[in-house]
């Protein structure tokens, strides 16, 4: 039997540009902190030759740092409920890989804000090229609500967001352990923050 433990760390800085009348104001936060923390409870996976897949839910646990007066929040501050569906495929002649995959959340009201978000539906890609134990490449993101955002905290509506992101990523694998660090550069933002977010985890297998 495989056992995963993931400890994931996340440096958030948004950039909010808010309209004030006929002028607009820009407000900046940053913060370094333990993000949300999710739970596998169920994960089955297959392979065939150079391709890899796995199907899993996952349990959102709001065990990040929040706070309603800071913009800048590395966690939701809510439960939810997130199928995936991922595959990579790695040729271990070249060490060209390629991964991507699905996830849909459903989230539970937030009870700091009365606020409960829709279903977001969120995509992410990457493609790497390994040297030995060293990995370097490109990833890239897509977050885009399916659903309007609902409870008696949501005044404004529907509120739908959406917003893109791109960047490296760098990985590095040594027995059990393996080590990531993403950098995202966020655009295309609709009612939700845009800004840089650094993504480092630490994955161990046992």
Do not use: C
Request: negative net charge.
């Amino acid at each position: 039997m495989e056992s995963n433990v993931d400890v994931g760390l996340t440096l958030s800085a948004p950039n909010l540009p808010i309209p004030v009348g006929p002028i607009g104001v820009s407000f900046i936060d940053s913060n370094v902190a333990f993000g949300d923390t999710a739970l596998a409870p169920a994960v089955i996976g297959w392979n065939s030759g150079n391709f890899y897949w796995n199907a899993a839910l996952f349990v959102l646990a709001p065990t990040g740092d929040y706070s309603t007066s800071q913009l800048a929040n590395t966690s939701l501050h809510r439960w939810a409920l997130m199928p995936r569906i991922a595959g990579t495929y790695f040729d271990p002649k070249t060490g060209w890989q390629a991964s991507a995959n699905i996830v849909y959340s459903v989230s539970f009201e937030n009870p700091a804000t009365d606020y409960e978000t829709g279903e977001i539906l969120n995509l992410e890609g990457s493609i790497t090229k390994n040297f030995g134990a060293l990995g370097v490449g490109g990833v890239a993101y897509a977050m885009i609500q399916t659903t309007p955002d609902s409870g008696a905290g949501a005044r404004l509506g529907a509120f739908e967001s959406k917003v893109y992101g791109a960047g490296p990523i760098i990985t590095y694998s040594m027995g059990g352990l393996t080590l990531l660090a993403k950098w995202y550069a966020e655009f295309g933002a609709e009612n939700t923050f845009e800004g840089n977010i650094v993504d480092a985890a630490a994955s161990f297998k046992f």
